[in-house]
DNA sequence: TCAGTTGTTTATAT
DNA sequence: AATATAAACAACTG
């Protein structure tokens, strides 16, 4: 699930349930996902501590705790769930963080992510590597600037998240599709008015996933026919084709992403 | 049984 | 130096 929407939402639940609370004892059922230090460790940074307003970058949320910081990272399947104190489990809550008025648990059934511990901004750094501005927030200019000084492909410059951060597989996907241009053209060709329709599509297709928590599932996205045997192109019809793009799956229309290079 | 998967990292190649 | 590609990671689904 987790691409930037889905992380949006995370970032939203964690600030209705953890934000303000005060951190008892970290617990760890699979102790190897906290990924820079130990539970004991961890423990010990942020018990007695008062979680505040978490922040996202990309597909990171970074929860502060009066000095240090959590990091998160869901890999492919994680997500976030606030239970009661002792409330049942389920098989793949990794970590949880017991607050005083309930536990925030990290439910992550493949162990792609991670936890982290950052005691310092350039901590923080280091440990999410370089990221390129926020999806969320990026200018048309900006974007067209990015994609003017990158060699090589479409869809892989989005994906970048040295590039832009937060666009994942399915995101990329639903933005090609909506702004009708081709994965695999290259990203310093694009003119005018095709950055104008990338910036668009990217605008549309991150608020409306940030609406609903996560990019839609309905008949009317890329999305929503992605799991079909035969999918076809919610806007014209046409059976879509399938592809390995930047060594990612993809899913494009021929009719409306023509190729206008390679 | 086997292929496929919304994530990143690493090694290798271009 | 940038990019591209494949494999690996892990565990579940169809």
Redo the contacts with the bound molecule.
């Keep these: 699930?987790?691409?930037l929407p889905?992380v949006e939402a995370f970032r939203r639940y964690f600030a209705a349930h953890a934000a303000g609370e005060r951190v008892e004892r970290v617990e760890a059922p699979a102790p190897e996902i906290i990924r820079n230090t130990t539970v004991q460790a961890l423990g010990r940074a942020l018990a007695g501590r008062r979680f505040e307003e978490p922040r996202r970058h990309?597909?990171w949320l970074l929860a502060g705790a009066e000095e240090p910081t959590v990091l998160l990272?869901f890999?492919?399947t994680g997500s976030l769930a606030w239970a009661d104190h002792g409330s049942p489990r389920t098989?793949?809550d990794r970590v949880v963080f017991h607050c005083e008025d309930g536990e925030l648990r990290l439910h992550m059934?493949?162990?792609?992510g991670g936890v982290w511990l950052a005691r310092t901004p350039s901590e923080i750094a280091e440990i999410t590597?370089p990221l390129g501005p926020d999806a969320a927030a990026l200018s048309r200019e900006e974007l067209a600037r990015l994609l003017r000084?990158?060699?090589?492909?479409l869809k892989?410059?989005l994906?970048d998240?040295e590039l832009i951060a937060g666009i994942?597989?399915?995101v990329a996907d639903e933005v090609l599709w909506r702004a009708c241009l081709h994965p695999g053209g290259v990203a310093a060709d694009l003119d005018g008015a095709e950055v104008d329709a990338l910036h668009g599509a990217l605008r549309g297709v991150i608020e409306d996933s940030v609406d609903q928590g996560r990019v839609p599932r309905d008949g009317s996205w890329l999305t929503g026919v992605?799991d079909h045997d035969e999918p076809a192109c919610p806007r014209c019809g046409t059976p879509l084709t399938r592809a390995?793009?930047?060594?990612?799956?993809t899913l494009l229309c021929s009719e409306c992403q023509r190729r206008t290079s390679t």
């Design positions: 699930m987790p691409e889905d990309g597909k990272h890999g492919m098989p793949h059934p493949r162990k792609l590597g000084a990158r060699r090589g492909g892989s410059a994906m998240q994942g597989n399915l992605r390995t793009i930047a060594g990612r799956s």
